[in-house]
Nanobody, 124 residues
Framework: QVQLVESGGGSVQAGGSLRLSCAPS????????MAWFRQAPGKEREGVAA????????YYADSVKGRFTISQDNANNTVYLQMNSLKPEDTAKYYC?????????????????WGQGTQVTVSS
């Protein structure tokens, strides 16, 4: 079974930075797309950033453009989310997800492999 494990969450003050990591566990089967989602209490899950692992193209939600960067290390299949200039509204549980098929940047139902989530809390 394909498994994803997130790490790097924590509590920071507004304006600070965090770097989230998503490491695969198990067979890495056709992970064409990798993405980060987040969900705050009482809100729907939101796609934050995505990367096409084949071409390296990236996409960001408007709310995080210019502040977050998604990247991949092909040597160990780890995906990162560098988060700078964090704001209190970034507070959420962040999930790593993977898709074997489909368009990467629509954050659709093709994302069917998920991590357990890591909490990010930004205080003002």
């Amino acid at each position: 079974q394909v498994q994803l494990v997130e790490s790097g969450g924590g509590s920071v003050q507004a304006g600070g930075s965090l770097r989230l990591s998503c490491a695969p566990s198990g067979y890495t089967y056709r992970r064409n797309c990798m993405a980060w989602f987040r969900q705050a209490p009482g809100k729907e899950r939101e796609g934050v950033a995505a990367i096409n692992t084949a071409g390296g193209n990236t996409y960001y939600a408007d709310s995080v453009k210019g502040r977050f960067t998604i990247s991949q290390d092909n040597a160990n299949n780890t995906v990162y989310l560098q988060m700078n200039s964090l704001k209190p509204e970034d507070t959420a549980k962040y999930y790593c997800a993977a898709a074997s098929i489909g368009w990467c940047f629509s954050f659709g139902s093709n994302y069917n492999y998920w991590g357990q989530g890591t909490q990010v809390t930004v205080s003002s």
